[in-house]
């Protein structure tokens, strides 16, 4: 079924292979996903297309869950449980938006501040 | 939950079509962009994102009142909103997620979850219809996200001067008032520069609550590590008196 359906055959929560997952807490809509080079387990074949789909998505470089989500045309809810099973199978890295190094709110705002004047 | 979308062809097929992250060790951030229907949000979105403008479908449990018509369809009201956003990266590896998030009361369970982390929220408004932002004023108020007002001046639309708008939109003395032309990008970026210098204002000095700096409140918050001094631009219909 790669046939540019208008609208999804498979509903969303058939795509997570119908289970629902614990062990999505740290994702956000801005982790950064990016692919390790291990490619996906059969396991995570047989459980649909879905995992495969986000993992060709990731091959030639990083995006966030939100982004991933919309170019696979698939809720933010399921694009995480998609991403925590492909991480966890060491398929996918995933980052927080924020590195850890950059502890204080105030200088990442003001980071962003730097940054918006300089484009203007 | 509900599914994917209508509209543009499908797939991510050719990559060169999806934007990547250029490298891995950006600070992301995200602003949300919010408002009443056609005030100009994804417009605003548009000019300022470096992609294509994407969006998610959310689907959600109805909250509030039945404002869609579920004749014969008692007892399930889910419904599915567009959220638009796009990417602005910025000098000094910060890129910045801008998310257009929908006004109505309805809706606020998803505006809280897209809202968690912002760093603040630009709220458009129009002057044809002010009280059409109030709604979405409320709710970033109670959802603590510092905010400013960028009023979106489309041509047909009647021009007062900021202290009327403020008036009539019950402004806070602190809070920013601008007037953008959402299509243009210089202004769209003045908007975010106003909100962003509030919300920094707002910050308090030195280091975070963690770093147990007490440091009494810099009073010249507004350029600590900038480069740039002042803001400098006469263009920008200055932000608001938030100088005592």
Redesign the interface.
């Known amino acids: 079924m790669t046939a540019v359906p208008r609208r999804r055959m498979v509903p969303a929560y058939l795509a997570t292979g119908g289970r629902s997952r614990p062990g999505t807490a740290g994702f956000d809509r801005l982790t950064v996903l990016s692919a390790s080079g291990t490619e996906p387990p059969p396991e995570l074949a047989e459980l649909g297309a879905e995992h495969g789909r986000l993992w060709d998505l990731l091959r030639p470089g990083a995006l966030t869950v939100v982004e991933a989500a919309a170019h696979l045309r698939l809720p933010v809810s399921a694009t995480v449980f998609l991403a925590a099973d492909l991480v966890e199978a060491g398929c996918l890295r995933a980052r927080a938006p924020i590195p850890r190094a950059q502890q204080t709110d105030r200088s990442i705002v003001e980071r962003l501040l730097v940054g918006l004047r300089t484009l203007r | ?6 509209g543009s ?4 097929g050719g ?1 060169d079509r ?4 250029p ?3 950006q ?4 602003l949300v962009v919010a408002g009443p229907f056609g005030v100009g949000k994804t417009t605003l979105i548009r000019t300022l994102s470096e992609i294509p403008t ?6 959600m449990t109805e909250t509030g009142a039945p404002v869609d018509d579920v004749a014969g369809l008692t007892g399930k009201s889910t419904t599915t909103v567009a959220v638009d ?1 796009g ?2 990266t ?5 890129v ?2 801008m ?1 257009g998030t929908p006004g109505q009361r309805r809706f606020f369970p998803l505006w809280q979850d ?1 809202a968690r ?1 912002a ?1 603040g929220a630009l709220v458009l408004a129009d002057t044809r219809r002010l009280a059409d932002s109030f709604e979405i004023m409320d709710m970033v108020e109670e959802q603590g996200l510092p905010y400013a007002v960028a009023v979106n001046c489309f041509p047909d639309a009647p021009v007062h001067p900021p202290d009327v708008l403020r008036a009539h939109l019950d402004l806070h003395a602190s809070t920013p008032l601008v007037l953008c032309d959402a299509r243009e990008r ?1 202004s769209g ?2 908007a ?2 106003a909100l ?2 509030h ?2 204002h707002g ?6 609550p ?2 147990s700096d007490p440091a009494g409140t810099d009073p010249d918050a507004s ?6 001094p002042a ?1 400098s ?1 006469p263009a920008v219909p200055d932000p608001a008196p938030e100088q005592p």
């Open positions: 939950m509900d599914s994917a979308l209508s062809p499908a797939a991510p990559p999806v934007g990547y992250l490298d891995r060790d600070t992301l951030m995200k994407l969006h998610t479908e959310e689907a956003f990417r602005l910025l000098p000094g590896q910060v910045l997620y998310f897209i982390g760093v210089d970026l003045d975010l520069i962003t210098e919300v920094l910050l308090p000095a030195g280091t975070d963690a770093g350029d600590p590590a900038g480069p740039d803001g631009d």
